[in-house]
């Protein structure tokens, strides 16, 4: 595509819940990043994607967070029994390949929980 | 552990003036220094970046940055700022040359621009 899509751009849950967020990356960017953007904190990462393998995930704030990458392109970021401070920004970037390559970010999936 | 410093959380600046914001990194390796602009609802905008060469980059919408490693600084400037430069922006360091472009950001520095 022409850019990094994420969907939903907004979701509201109840605390306990679990959500998807889904990240489709530029046409032909082998690596993936997921980042978290909340008050407070600032814009961290949480993991990275090579393809279909995840080298680095050591942003990943607990074992209720995880992410999959399917056939080298869409990624889903996977958030179970939602806490409150969970809300944030979630943002995916992708780029050609890793290293010194640029970065494009979607534009992010607000997630809320109440 | 690396890590990036935007000392000014907050910059006001009228339209036409110059605009300077600060960003120190502390990093053990050669870095990859980038800006970014993120404005209201969007994504992250790459605006520049630099991992080595002339230390001083030029960027997009006429932004600049000059990277000083004796002063572990990388600032971003304007000489003349438009109202649609009214956003927030973000410095970040990486790691040069390593398979995976995991960035560490600063807290960002919000930008307003008075008429």
């Known amino acids: 595509g022409a850019g990094v899509s994420q969907s939903p751009s907004n979701k509201v849950t109840e605390k306990g819940k679990d959500v998807e967020l889904r990240c489709d990356p530029i046409s032909g960017h082998t690596a993936l990043y997921w980042y978290r953007q909340s008050l407070g904190q600032g814009l961290e990462f949480l993991i990275y994607?090579?393809?279909?393998?995840?080298?680095?995930k050591s942003g990943l704030p607990s074992d209720r967070f995880s992410a999959e990458r399917t056939g080298g392109s869409v990624s889903t970021l996977t958030i179970q029994r939602t806490q409150q401070e969970d809300s944030a920004v979630y943002l995916c970037a992708s780029s050609l390949e890793g290293g010194n390559t640029e970065a494009f970010f979607g534009q992010g999936t607000r997630l809320t929980v109440v | 552990a690396q890590s990036v410093t935007q000392p000014d959380i907050h910059i006001t600046v009228s339209e036409g003036a110059s605009l300077e914001l600060r960003c120190n990194y502390s990093?053990?390796?050669?870095?990859?220094l980038f800006w970014y602009v993120q404005s209201p609802g969007q994504g992250l905008q790459l605006l520049l970046k630099y991992f080595s060469g002339d230390t001083l980059v030029q960027g997009i919408k006429g932004f600049e940055a000059e990277f000083k490693r004796s002063q572990s600084s990388f600032n971003l400037r304007k000489p003349s700022v438009h109202w649609s430069d009214a956003a927030e922006y973000f410095c970040a360091v990486g790691p040069y040359g390593a398979a995976g472009n995991k960035l560490t950001f600063g807290g960002g520095t919000r930008v307003l621009v008075k008429p």
């Open positions: 990093y053990g390796a050669t870095p990859y």
């Open positions: 994607f090579q393809g279909n393998s995840a080298p680095d």
